[in-house]
């Protein structure tokens, strides 16, 4: 039996691999990286088939945290230029949820920012949940800090479907990111949340510093934790952020990463989230292979792809979308790649550049 093969086999068996094997999926340079996908698809395959989940992210407010986590936007200790907002009104959510539920996503995300939300804000996050459940079949998720058992309880009675709460990063590079909540704080909140039935994302950001032994650490707490839904994010340098221009990803090592999280966590919704575009770049469609879900359009603080790109990558691939409707009805009557009627267009749209006619 190959490495690889290996590697299938014992995700598929939902046993553990050596730390000494994550090393090598992570950094090997005699691995193929292409044999390591397909080992990695075969799990996801086993699950997910081609189906790819769409999540759709609301950053229903912006700045304003009190909070020093390094690498975000939005903390205290931030000099980025983001445009701050406080809570957008129930109206403005509500559209965003229509929104998204029809360009196709199977989940909507709300994203809070701030340390934890006080018993007034939870009583009002439940109502929004509230709504947008009565009013359209779409999951929904909410990220809003820490929060303890009581807060938890009350957004699942309102119909939550999924808590996010990131990990980030492990145990032991924890206070090189942050200083205002440790760890156990994040740890806490996830427990609350599981402790009431609540399903759990929580995920990582790559690329902040930290070591392949940081990644294989929370990869493998994640696993412990049985947590359904992990964001593989790629830290994206926001001019600003204390953490700044950290990184250094090169595609490859962000799909060797995605096989790691894959072979690690076989039955979990694996997302490539923030940073897909950025550091993927060329290869970005192959994290469909390890990744069973992403982000439609764009992070919390940044950029991603169009709608449309994200959708067309997804078909031009051969995946599907878990929705109502199919990519095609979302894509409607657009297409990305216009035909090309005749040699004579082709001229002329090249006039001034690049023309495949010789010119007489
Ligand atoms: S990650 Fe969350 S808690 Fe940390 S600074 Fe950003 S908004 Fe605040």
Redesign the pocket.
Same mark, same amino acid.
């Given at each position: 039996m190959t490495f690889y093969e290996e590697l299938t086999r014992l995700a598929l068996n939902h046993q553990p691999i050596s730390e000494p094997d994550c090393h090598r999926i992570l950094k090997d340079p005699e691995l193929n990286l292409l044999l390591l996908l397909q080992a990695a698809y075969q799990v996801r395959y086993a699950k997910w088939e081609n189906k790819v989940h769409v999540h759709v992210i609301n950053n229903a407010q912006n700045g304003h &945290?009190p909070?020093? &986590?390094k690498y &975000?936007a939005? /903390?205290k200790s931030s000099e980025s230029d983001i445009q701050d907002y406080p809570l957008k009104s129930d109206e403005e959510i509500l559209e965003e949820a229509r929104q998204a539920y029809e360009s196709g996503a199977f989940r909507y995300c709300m994203v809070f /920012? $701030?340390?934890g939300p006080r018993p007034k804000r939870v009583e009002k996050l439940a109502s929004l949940i509230q709504e947008i459940k009565a009013k359209y079949p779409i999951e929904v998720c909410v990220s809003a $800090?820490l929060l303890d058992e009581q807060g938890a309880k009350q957004l699942k009675e309102a119909g939550l479907d999924r808590l996010n709460h990131n990990l980030n990063t492990s145990e032991s590079y924890y206070n090189r990111i942050?200083s205002t909540h440790d760890y156990q704080d994040r740890m806490n909140t996830l427990k609350a949340g599981k402790s009431v039935g609540l399903s759990l994302c929580s995920g990582v950001i790559v690329g902040m510093g930290e070591t392949d032994d940081d990644l294989i650490q929370v990869a493998q707490e994640l696993r412990q934790l049985e947590v359904p839904s992990i964001p593989v994010n790629f830290y994206m340098p926001i001019q600003g952020t204390p953490l700044g221009s950290a990184s250094g990803l090169s595609p490859q090592y962000c799909l060797r990463v995605l096989c790691l999280f894959r072979f690690l966590n076989p039955s979990s919704e694996l997302r490539v989230s923030a940073g897909r575009e950025f550091h993927l770049r060329s290869l970005e469609v192959m994290s469909l292979y390890p990744a069973n879900s992403l982000f439609l359009d764009g992070y919390l603080n940044a950029k991603g792809s169009q709608a449309q790109t994200t959708l067309q990558m997804i078909k031009d691939a051969g995946f599907s979308i878990c929705s109502d409707f199919s990519v095609d009805d979302v894509l409607g009557k657009t297409t990305l790649s216009p035909e090309l009627k005749s040699l004579k267009d082709l001229k002329k749209a090249s006039d001034s550049s690049f023309s495949l006619v010789p010119k007489a």
């Open positions: &945290c909070e020093d &986590c &975000c939005q /903390a /920012a $701030g340390r $800090g942050c």
